[in-house]
């Protein structure tokens, strides 16, 4: 079941992933990533991530790319023209993925101590989580908060037309 | 009993390695600014599920809280990077990372 389950899914991943490179309208290629998204939800479930999968969903699936969505349809986004990149890329980079892919592929082949996953592995419950999250790393927590709401409002201060040159077009 | 097959931790890293390779290939041909922007989401992504499947393999729960961390720090690059690229398509007109190629305005 498990195994079936990895396939398809991982299988999804991997075809929204190609999908997202082959589309030349960025709303495809919305679309496609949030079909990764949701898979990956699914895969985080399988390794025992409960609230990583909800969280997952919501904040990936959801917010962020409802965000992308919005700003390709905000900005009347066309079909982009299809090259294979500079020849800085094609020439070196392309090669360099390569070889990258392989050499991370060969090391966790290598790797002898890695265990499995089953579908009666404990799961990691919200709550267990949620204890270390905020007796130990409560710190870090509040400082992410602050970070997020830093966030919020370099993006209104970006976005906000006319910079202070009077043009403001309401 | 088929219901018991057990998945070995390596391919989900490698499938982790494979959506990181598909990311970095998308940052180099694709040539609008969103998509670009959207295979970074796709390396944050992949690197997520190599989190989660070693906090798995160590029973770690600090693994998939650092995941958590990267969520929010993600979606605030997002907020933000949305909002540069619009302000970069209001000065500019157009999306294409050809004709972005110059810092001052």
């Known amino acids: 079941m498990h195994l079936i389950l990895f396939f ?4 999804f991943c991997l075809a929204g992933a190609i999908n997202l490179l082959l589309q030349t309208h960025p709303i495809n290629s919305a679309l496609s990533l949030i079909v990764v998204m949701t898979s990956l939800a699914v895969l985080y479930l399988l390794l025992g991530a409960e609230f990583l999968a909800a969280a997952q969903v919501i904040v990936y699936a959801g917010a962020i790319m409802v965000l992308f969505t919005f700003v390709v349809m905000l900005l009347n986004a066309g079909r982009e023209e299809r090259t294979l990149g500079s020849k800085a890329a094609a020439r070196l980079g392309f090669p360099a993925i ?3 892919f392989a050499v991370l592929a060969t090391m966790i082949l290598h790797a002898h101590d890695l265990a499995s996953a ?15 999250l905020f007796h130990e790393l409560l710190l870090p927590f509040e400082v992410t908060s602050v970070l997020v709401l ?7 201060a970006l976005a906000r037309a006319g910079h202070g040159d009077g043009s403001v077009d309401r | ?8 931790l390596a391919w989900y890293l490698l499938l982790s390695a494979a959506l990181f390779s598909l990311g970095i290939v998308g940052f180099l041909i694709k040539r609008n600014l969103i998509t670009v922007f959207m295979s970074i989401e796709l390396m944050l992504n992949a690197v997520n599920l190599s989190f989660v499947t070693f906090a798995h393999q160590w029973h770690a729960v600090k693994g998939q809280i650092f995941v958590f961390f990267v969520m929010m720090v993600a979606a605030a690059e997002a907020a933000v990077g949305l909002a ?4 970069v398509f209001r000065a ?3 999306l ?3 004709r972005i190629d110059l810092m001052k305005l």
């Open chain 1, 8 to 11: 398809l899914f991982a299988g």
């Open chain 1, 98 to 100: 390569t070889v990258l």
């Open chain 1, 118 to 132: 089953s579908l009666n592995d404990d799961i990691t419950s919200t709550q267990d989580l949620s204890r270390v």
């Open chain 1, 150 to 156: 830093i966030a919020i409002l370099g993006a209104v």
């Open chain 2, 1 to 8: 009993m088929n219901f018991q097959q057990e998945v070995p």
């Open chain 2, 84 to 87: 540069i690229i619009i302000a």
């Open chain 2, 92 to 94: 500019r007109a157009t």
């Open chain 2, 96 to 98: 294409a990372v050809d």
